[in-house]
Structures are given as structure tokens and as C-alpha cells.
């Protein structure tokens, strides 16, 4: 076989799954998979792997302690050059237990909806048929690893760990998450960290011994009103204290007052500054005698650009207008797993299905992408040899 007819053996095939993905797409959706709902996480993944055995695919389990178990399915090749081509994927979503009674899997106007449609049920079908496709007919100029984690939603607190170890092997990365409804992609996302900052007073009468007080929330009040001093959109650098709470009651000197802040910025650099920044916020006493600690509770790290994975954007570009469709790469606010891979390998993320309102009822996912979106990671990775990555 030339690589010109794998290549066409491929793409054939994957062209006539439209309604077996649909038909895989519905299964995974039916099945309720909030991060906390371990049992409904491993369902999914079971749903994977009886797929993926059916395909004569290898897959191993990889147990996990509090959330979705992680599953790691290969296909060799032959001749293959060093480093594997790395898809990845999440079974988790943001959804509670019921949601998928109460919104079940519905197609319209060829646009489907359920929870989790789109973040990333899509993208995990769609990884799944990619690898079935090279199982069928090779052509794989290196071995296709993926995996498929369990608590994307939370920052990946165990599956990090199972992605770095892997990204550390891999010669580029892919991360599903789904496209953009106007068909771009993810070059670059911003890193992000969730931290608690807690406040210690003292505790006095308000009415009576208000000299002997010191008010936690008042100290609380100064160092947001200086966080967000931080704050510069001339360079993408955001600080957002979210949550709050804090006092004993209306007549009381708070002795204790909590703020919880999102820090979102581009560059490893930029973290360090602000991280610094913030720390000597949480070190000052705007009001003596108040104390202040800060805990970082989950931590994403930014997707930095790099010529490598500029490269690689080049590739999928040229791998999606030889499918049919156009695309640019774009550069997201959220965070996703494909930070922790891009320290170690050219990643691209959302190259995944289209659709659109991740994380509300209004998700959706345009259906009639499923297949083109399969075919353009297969081509790119058919055209991965000679290309330098
Ligand atoms: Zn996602």
C-alpha cells in the first residue's frame, strides 16, 4: 500500500461514521459525569473502553483515588519515528446528577444538545474513531496514545499528573476540547490560579468596646480594593476576587473574613510578578494588629505559543483546508489541561468539534463537524513525517 492510498482508506472510512459517532455520542451523554460523580465518570470511560476493545485497541486503566479513573489506549505502528502523537480528552463535566434526565440528548436543525455535548463529549468521540481508524488501516507515522481523564473541570488534580508524564513522551499534543463555533482553534490559553486569602481580627462588642476591636472584614475590604489595583488589560493580567465571607454578627468586630481570588495571566514571568505582588498585599496590615495568610487551592498553567507548536498550528491549518474547511488559531482567557502538556511538547488545543455555551443549558454542538473535525487530526497525523515535528 502507497501512503497516498492509506491516506484515502482513512479518510474514507471515517467519512461514512457520521451516525455510528452520533450513536457513540449519545451513549456518553445519557450518562451523567460531574467531576464529583466518580461512579458516572467511570461510566463513560467504560463506554470508551468497550469501544475501543471492539476496535482490537489496547487500553489501560489507570485508577484514580477520588475522581474518574484515567484510560490509556494505544496504537503502535510500525517503523514509527521517536515520540508518540498524544490526544487528549476529559469525561468529567460541570454538570449535577439528573441533568441528563431532565436535558437528554436531543438533535435539531442539526445541532445537538445535552450536557456535555460539546465540553467534550464530541471531542472524546471523536478521538475515539480517530484511533480506530489508524487501528484499521496504520499509516501512522508514530505510535497514537490517548487519554481520557476524569477531573478536567477542577484543574486535574490527578490527572496531571497522568498527562505530564505522557506530554514528557509525546512529539505533539492534541487536546479535543471543542473548536469554535466561527471554526478557529486554541494556540494560546492564559494561566490561571484560585486562591483563598484568610483574614484574622478581633473580636469586640461594636457598640460597647469598639476601640478594642479590629475588624477582619474592613482589613478584607483594603486588600481587595489593592488586588484589583493589580489588574492591567493592557497586558491580559486579570485579578478577580470572587467569593467572600467573613463576621459573627452585625454588632460584632469581624475576627475572622475570607476573599477567594482568580489571578489570570499570560506569561510564566507575569506570575511570578504577581504572585509577588499579591503576597506582599496579604503581608501588609492595612489595619495593625489584623494577620492574613493565602492558600493556593488549584492552579492551571498558561499554553505559551512557541515556534513548535506555531508549526503545528501550520499543519492542522493545511490539514483542515485540504478537509474542507477553514480555520485560525485563536488565544483564550480559560485555562484547560493542554497548559500542563505544552511545557513539554508542541500542543494544540480545541481541535475537537464545533459548538458553542459550554457549562450552560444552551450548550450545543454542530453535529455535521464531527466527521470533518476527525478527519483533519487524522490527516495531520498522516502528514506528521518530513514535517520536521
Ligand atoms: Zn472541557
Redesign the pocket.
Known amino acids: 500500500l502507497t501512503t497516498r492510498s492509506t491516506e484515502s482508506q482513512v479518510i474514507t472510512w471515517l467519512a461514512g461514521q457520521h451516525d455510528t459517532m452520533v450513536e457513540l455520542l449519545r451513549r456518553m451523554v445519557t450518562i451523567d459525569s460531574g467531576t464529583y460523580d466518580k461512579v458516572g465518570v467511570d461510566k463513560v470511560g467504560d463506554v470508551v473502553r468497550q469501544f475501543l476493545s471492539a476496535h482490537d485497541i489496547q487500553v489501560d486503566i489507570l485508577p484514580q483515588r477520588l475522581y474518574g479513573d484515567c484510560l490509556r489506549a494505544s496504537v503502535p505502528a510500525k517503523d514509527a519515528d521517536p515520540g508518540n502523537v498524544l490526544l487528549m480528552g476529559?469525561c468529567d463535566t460541570v454538570f449535577p446528577k439528573g441533568e441528563a434526565a431532565r436535558r437528554p440528548f436531543l438533535i435539531r436543525d442539526s445541532h445537538a444538545y445535552g450536557p456535555g455535548v460539546m465540553?467534550?463529549k464530541a471531542g472524546l468521540v471523536m478521538n475515539c474513531f480517530v484511533l480506530a481508524a489508524f487501528a484499521r488501516f496504520g499509516g501512522a507515522p508514530a505510535p497514537i496514545v490517548a487519554l481520557f481523564t476524569g477531573d478536567?473541570?477542577i484543574g486535574s488534580p490527578e490527572g496531571r499528573p497522568v498527562l505530564e508524564a505522557e506530554a514528557r513522551r509525546a512529539r505533539i499534543v492534541l487536546n479535543s476540547?471543542p473548536a469554535r463555533v466561527t471554526g478557529n482553534v486554541v494556540t494560546g490559553r492564559k494561566g490561571g490560579i484560585f486562591m483563598t486569602m484568610r483574614i484574622t481580627g478581633k473580636a469586640a462588642h461594636s457598640g460597647v468596646h469598639f476601640r478594642d476591636g479590629i475588624s477582619a472584614i474592613s482589613e478584607l475590604a483594603r486588600k481587595i480594593a489593592a488586588i484589583d489595583a493589580l489588574t492591567d488589560l493592557d497586558r491580559e493580567i486579570t485579578l478577580n476576587v470572587g467569593l467572600v465571607k467573613g463576621g459573627q454578627s452585625v454588632n460584632t468586630m469581624a475576627p475572622s473574613a475570607e476573599g477567594q481570588i482568580d489571578l489570570r495571566y499570560v506569561t510564566p514571568a507575569d506570575r511570578d510578578e504577581m504572585m509577588a505582588k499579591i503576597a506582599a498585599i496579604i503581608e501588609r496590615s492595612f489595619i495593625p494588629g489584623t494577620s492574613a495568610t493565602l492558600t493556593v487551592n488549584g492552579e492551571f498553567l498558561p499554553m505559551v505559543p512557541t515556534e513548535a507548536s506555531n508549526k503545528l498550528f501550520e499543519l492542522y491549518a493545511a490539514a483542515a483546508s485540504a478537509t474542507g474547511f477553514q480555520t485560525k488559531g485563536e488565544f483564550a482567557g480559560s485555562c484547560?489541561d493542554s497548559g500542563f502538556a505544552a511545557r513539554f511538547a508542541p500542543t494544540l488545543c480545541a481541535v475537537g468539534p464545533e459548538g458553542l455555551n459550554?457549562h450552560t443549558p444552551e450548550e450545543f454542538l454542530r453535529i455535521d463537524t464531527m466527521v470533518p473535525r476527525a478527519q483533519a487530526c487524522a490527516r495531520l497525523i498522516l502528514g506528521l513525517g518530513g514535517s520536521g515535528l
Open positions: 476529559h465540553d467534550m478536567e473541570e476540547e484547560a459550554g
